[in-house]
């Protein structure tokens, strides 16, 4: 699964999109924010992660799949 | 009601404010966010501005459309900058045009504080010494 990074969680995982593997062909949003925690622990450390799939903030129960466009969102500070 | 949504390294203001112009509007209404030299009483050297793009456009014309239906307005327009910031530059232009100045006021209040609280744009200061992305939205 391709995930796009911005902001403090880009500088976490090093790259603005990274290759992220998944087993399962759906995994829900609070799965997926598991095991990236597991892979980059400093994302705990952040104030809030929200994950965007398709361009819309997703919820916990959200279902991905490897096809989605998936993004994660540190607290946004523009304007 | 029409809108004019954009993300750009430089914001033209008097191009923005050109859009707002409408022969039923009584009332243009702008506010434009700049760059301050101290932020936490630590002195900014400069900033630097990054965005989702396609959701950022996304979810300022979903709050273009909502404010829409909250007044009665003509034009909005929204445009934040990307890309590094110097001091004074403006970084974020919201306009909104309608026949009676109340409309114009609170819309513009709105659409700034729900684009800083939902847009998915990020800032990181660069100080004299280091630099931090910024993670609130005050």
Same mark, same amino acid.
């Given at each position: 699964?391709?995930?796009?990074?911005?902001?403090?969680?880009?500088?976490?995982?090093?790259?603005?999109?990274?290759?992220?593997?998944?087993?399962?062909?759906?995994?829900?949003?609070?799965?997926?924010?598991?095991?990236?925690?597991?892979?980059?622990?400093?994302?705990?450390?952040?104030?809030?992660?929200?994950?965007?799939?398709?361009?819309?903030?997703?919820?916990?129960?959200?279902?991905?799949?490897?096809?989605?466009?998936?993004?994660?969102?540190?607290?946004?500070?523009?304007? | 009601?029409?809108?004019?949504?954009?993300?750009?390294?430089?914001?033209?203001?008097? =191009? !923005? @404010?050109? /859009?707002?112009?409408?022969? +039923?509007?009584?009332?243009?209404?702008?506010?434009? *966010?700049?760059?301050?030299? #101290?932020?936490?009483?630590?002195?900014?050297?400069?900033?630097?501005? =990054? !965005? @989702?793009? /396609?959701?950022?456009?996304? +979810?300022?014309?979903?709050?273009?459309?909502?404010? *829409?239906?909250?007044?009665? #307005?003509?034009?909005?327009?929204?445009?934040?900058?990307?890309?590094?910031?110097?001091?004074?530059?403006?970084?974020?232009?919201?306009?909104?045009?309608?026949?009676?100045?109340?409309?114009?006021?609170?819309?513009?209040?709105?659409?700034?504080?729900?684009?800083?609280?939902?847009?998915?744009?990020?800032?990181?200061?660069?100080?004299?010494?280091?630099?931090?992305?910024?993670?609130?939205?005050?």
């Amino acid at each position: 699964m391709k995930i796009h990074a911005f902001g403090a969680a880009k500088d976490i995982t090093g790259a603005a999109l990274i290759d992220f593997p998944v087993e399962e062909t759906f995994v829900k949003v609070k799965d997926l924010k598991s095991l990236l925690y597991q892979k980059y622990p400093d994302l705990i450390k952040l104030p809030s992660l929200a994950i965007s799939v398709n361009l819309f903030y997703a919820s916990e129960e959200t279902l991905v799949n490897k096809h989605d466009e998936v993004a994660l969102i540190p607290p946004v500070s523009g304007g | 009601m029409e809108s004019h949504i954009e993300i750009t390294p430089e914001i033209n203001i008097n =191009e !923005a @404010y050109q /859009k707002l112009i409408h022969p +039923k509007s009584g009332g243009i209404c702008t506010f434009i *966010g700049t760059v301050r030299d #101290l932020n936490n009483s630590k002195d900014v050297s400069h900033l630097f501005f =990054e !965005a @989702y793009e /396609k959701m950022a456009i996304l +979810k300022m014309e979903e709050l273009a459309e909502e404010a *829409g239906k909250k007044w009665p #307005l003509n034009k909005i327009v929204m445009v934040h900058a990307i890309g590094e910031k110097q001091i004074t530059d403006p970084v974020v232009f919201i306009g909104v045009s309608s026949a009676h100045r109340d409309a114009s006021f609170r819309a513009s209040r709105y659409l700034i504080d729900r684009l800083k609280e939902v847009v998915p744009i990020w800032k990181k200061e660069t100080y004299q010494d280091h630099s931090s992305w910024i993670n609130a939205h005050p």
